[in-house]
Every structure is written in structure tokens, then in C-alpha cells.
């Protein structure tokens, strides 16, 4: 171990004055510390304006003068998603997924919303966020530091005088790899440890202990990734004969991983698991809400004519009520095959995480920081609830004060007591053990991912020879 020690130390010194950990390293430094101060500030304006919509929003319901229930349903009320606390690291799909729900009467909504519709072109090329920086420029760092860790030594005849000596490739490699950590930890714990402020300081008192707890398994993650960097680029140093090699090598496979690998298995998993067109999704669903709804009124009023001689306007408040608790299994449905199949697609880019580790890595990243599907279909979920309560309130007021017969149509006007009946949209997101359920997957490719790694750099290493 002091061997190993005394390498490390030795590779340490090596990078401290030639320059690369200064200039490199702290340039990546430079944009992590500007990433965390954008998104810092992007999470408490974003989170400002959601609670003051939020709370605009409720209001303007609860100040509805006297009007028919079913008014009031199709003004319903918006659903706003709360800003997580670790966006300000890893937007991940908040940019492109929307934020806002509006609860109507009689149909499931959309996410409506999303920052990507205002941005431009250059979206395209990511955004400037902690995550991105340590999933496209971690790797380009890593290899910068240690693409030479070997095969400089081979060039200059150090490496064979050192096997000279008696010692053990593996020993060789233990020493370099700990350097190489230790010239990442250098740069990466003090922002990480200004991250954990930030996301401190950015969370309310009953978040906090969460929030940090999952700052803490995101940093794991991002620890495990960049070891699988520094194992592979160790081993292709070991491999290669020369300096140059071992560069061109180590930038071809980080353009690969970090451009094309992604969108290439992004294809291939909406080609392996097809999700339908939104023209073609609505289409299904509104076939099938018609036969439904068709069926239900043929057994409670003997006729699917609406509102016809069979089904006076005195039965409005049932026939809602029915006709909208049929159409809840069909919703459940069609969005739950809808989601199903993109987490299958998300589940094929995991897996690929075994040969592109970015792709779990991203997965866990935004796991972790809350802004992956899992937790925007949580969202999604109780605002379809919350939709589903205020309709069943509404119709349930109705059918209770029916409008007369004859032309006196939305006769009855409620009370501002019924909206109160109606609570404020409260969402509480999943706990960071519910996030890091969700993501075992991820984690654990990246986990087998780095014993790969380790194992690769293990064989190219002990394959030197003191010639």
C-alpha cells in the first residue's frame, strides 16, 4: 500500500506541474460554480412564480360569484408543478415536458408549458447545468489528465525501468488510478460541497434533510461514473504504444458516447417499443370514451340521444356524473399504456448504459434531482386526481339541486360555499428512497459498468512487461 501511496503521490506532483490539473481542471471548475450559480437562481424564480400562480389560481376559484356547477367545472382550476429543489443541478426533462396542468371538466389534460418552446436552436446542444457538465465534459477532463498515464511512461523507457524494479502492474495501476481520483476530487468536492449550500439554502425546512439526502446519492453516482473513466482511460493508456494513440483512441469513444451513441439508442428504443402519434392517441381514446359512454347511458336511460326526450335536463347531474366515472378507467388506460411504453424506452437506454454509461448516468441523475418521467408522472397522476375530485363534487351538488324541467336550463346557481368544499391543489413529491427505487437500475449498470472498467484496465495493465 505505501508503494502505491508513493506512486500516487509521484503521478499527483506530475499533473500539478505540467500544467493540465490548473488549466483543464479549472476551467471545468469555472463552469460547474457558473452552471450551479444559473440554476440556483432559475430554481428560486421558477419556484417563486409557481407559488404565486399556484395561489393566484385557487383564489380566483374560491372568488367565483353564484353560477351552474357545471360552469364552474369547465373553468376548473391549473395544477402547477413545483420546482424540485435539485433542478438547479439537473433539469433534466422540465425543459421539455411542460409544467402546468389545466383540470377541466371531462377530459384528462396535457402538460402544457414547457421552457424548450421558447428557446432557441441551440437548445439542441444541452443546456448549462451541473449534470451536463459532468456527463459530457467529466469524461473529456478525465482524459485529459491520464490519457498519458502509461503510454508517456512506454515512450520515454520509464515504464520498463520501473517493471525493472519488481513492481506489480496492478500496483502500478492502484497508483495512478488513486492520482487520477484525487486530481478529480480536488477539483469536484469543493463545488460539490458548494452544490450542497446552495440546495441547503434553495430548500424550505421541511425538504431539506430529503433534498440533501438525494444530493448525496446523485454525487455517488457521478462518483461511480467518472471511476469508469478513469479505469477505461487507464487501460487504453496501457494498451496503446504511444501517446498519440492513446488520445485519438480516448476522444473517439468520448464523441461516441457523449453525440452518437445516445441518439442512436434513443431511436432504436422508440423502434423496439413504438408510442403512438398524438393524432393517433387521441383518436383511440376518443373512439373508445364514445363507446363507453354510449353504453353506459343505453343502460341507465335506455338511449344514447343526449339530453333528448329520454334524458331530460333534470337528470343533467347524473348523467355527468356517470358518463365522467366511466371515462376514469379509459384515462387509465390509454395514459398508462402511453407511459408504460416510453419507461420501456427509457428502460433500453438504461441497459445500453452497460457500453455508454452517460445514458444511466443521465437516467440517475435526474432520478435523483427529481426531474425525470417518474416523478412528472407522479405529478401528473394527482393532478388527474385532484381534476377528478372537483368533477365529482360539481356533479354531485347537481344531481342534489337538479335544474327544473322545461326551457330553465342552468336554472340552479351555487354558492361560493360549494367551491370552497373544492381543497387548494397541494403536491407533495416522492421521498428520495421512492427516487432511488426507481433508479436500482441505472445505478446498478453504472455499478457493473465500473467493475468492467476496472476489469479492462486490470488486463491491459498486467499484460506490460519489463522488456
Known sequence: MQLVNWIARREFLERLRDGRLHWAGGLVAVLLLTALAVGWAHQRDA???????????????????????????????????????????????????????????????????????????????????????????????????????????????????????????????????????????????PAGLVAAIAVGAGADDGERLDALLRLGAWTVGYAVYLGIFVFLVLGVSAACSTSRMAITLLLAIWIAQAVMAPRVLSELSRAWFPSPTRLEFNRQLGAELKTVSDEVWQKNFGSTERWGRDVPLSKWGIALRLDDQASYPVYDRHYGRLWDTWERQ??????????????????????????????????????????????????????????????????????????????????????????????????????????????????????????
Open 346 to 467: 427509457q428502460a433500453v437506454q438504461e441497459w445500453s448504459g452497460l457500453l455508454v454509461p452517460v445514458l444511466a448516468v443521465r437516467s440517475f441523475s435526474m432520478g435523483m434531482a427529481g426531474t425525470d418521467f417518474a416523478h412528472h408522472r407522479s405529478f401528473t397522476t394527482a393532478a388527474e386526481l385532484h381534476r377528478r375530485h372537483i368533477q365529482d363534487l360539481m356533479s354531485e351538488d347537481l344531481v342534489e339541486h337538479a335544474d327544473p324541467l322545461g326551457d330553465q336550463h342552468f336554472a340552479y346557481q351555487a354558492t361560493p360555499e360549494l367551491w370552497a368544499t373544492v381543497p387548494p391543489f397541494d403536491y407533495q413529491p416522492p421521498r428520495a428512497a421512492w427516487a432511488l427505487m426507481h433508479q436500482m437500475r441505472s445505478f446498478a449498470v453504472l455499478c457493473a459498468g465500473l467493475l468492467l472498467a476496472a476489469a479492462f484496465a486490470a488486463f491491459t495493465a498486467s499484460r506490460q512487461r519489463a522488456l
Open 47 to 189: 419556484q417563486a412564480e409557481q407559488r404565486a400562480a399556484q395561489a393566484m389560481d385557487y383564489r380566483d376559484w374560491l372568488r367565483q360569484d353564484r353560477r351552474h356547477p357545471h360552469d364552474a367545472a369547465h373553468q376548473g382550476m391549473h395544477a402547477f408543478k413545483p420546482e424540485a429543489v435539485l433542478s438547479m443541478i439537473d433539469p433534466g426533462i422540465n425543459l421539455f415536458i411542460g409544467s402546468t396542468v389545466w383540470l377541466q371538466a371531462h377530459r384528462q389534460s396535457e402538460v402544457k408549458f414547457n421552457a424548450a418552446q421558447d428557446a432557441t436552436g441551440l437548445q439542441r446542444f444541452g443546456n448549462l447545468s451541473v449534470g451536463w457538465i459532468l456527463q459530457v465534459l467529466g469524461p473529456l477532463l478525465v482524459i485529459v489528465l491520464g490519457f498519458n498515464a502509461f503510454a508517456a511512461e512506454r515512450e520515454q523507457g520509464i515504464l520498463r525501468q520501473t517493471l525493472s524494479l519488481g513492481v506489480s502492474p496492478l500496483r502500478l495501476l492502484g497508483g495512478k488510478a488513486l492520482a487520477l481520483t484525487a486530481s478529480l476530487a480536488v477539483l469536484l468536492v
